[in-house]
């Protein structure tokens, strides 16, 4: 039923995307799932669901007007997520986001700059496909993008894994996520 190739896309890559947002939320030391792994599991988990969250709604207006198959975009999202959690779990492939006694690591913080670029390219591939949505739907996920690149700033900006940017960052987050549950 549905006609639009990018929220169809972006419907199956927020679930992969999700599905690593509740292991990052799981990573926290409090919630004792992964005993041992400390600080840097989480921020690299949370490192890795923005990239592929930001990806995922640059290559999204690419797919307008094209016939998706979405078993097979399922199948891509499942081996790439499994890799990149393969990357994340076994030590020593993905960058350290975190080192405990010293904080964020650049990386960490670059990524987050990179990940702000990443959603305003996003943005610009949206509005220049602005014709195939409907105005309030466009109107929505324009919002919902600046909200996370306000996020992401906020993210960068923050010196430790805690304090006001990352509750503030958390904030602008939760409510791009309402955003793109509206325009969805």
């Known amino acids: ?6 929220l169809l896309f972006v419907g199956i890559a927020f679930l992969f995307v999700g599905g690593v947002d509740l292991l990052h939320t799981l990573a ?3 919630m004792n799932v992964f005993p041992g792994r400390g600080e840097n599991l989480t921020v690299q988990l949370w490192i890795a669901a923005r990239y592929m969250g930001s990806l995922s709604l ?6 307008l007007g094209r016939n998706l198959k979405p078993y097979l975009i399922f199948a891509v999202y499942t081996a790439a997520t499994a890799l990149l959690l393969a990357s994340i779990f076994t030590q020593g492939i993905f960058p350290a986001c975190y080192v405990d006694g010293v904080g ?3 990386f960490k913080k670059m990524s987050e700059y990179v990940i702000a ?8 591939l949206l509005i220049a496909k602005r014709d195939t949505f409907d105005r309030e739907v466009l109107w929505l996920l324009v919002f919902s993008i600046l909200l996370r690149v306000s996020s992401d700033v906020a993210f960068a900006s923050q010196a430790s894994v805690v304090g006001p940017s990352n509750i503030i960052g958390h904030f602008l987050r939760i409510m791009s996520f309402y955003l793109f549950y509206k325009a969805l």
């Open 28 to 30: 926290h030391k409090e």
């Open 58 to 63: 640059l290559i999204a207006p690419l797919l």
């Open 117 to 124: 670029a990443v959603y305003f390219s996003s943005l610009a």
């Open 104 to 106: 964020l690591t650049p």
């Open 1 to 6: 039923i549905l006609d639009n190739n990018y």
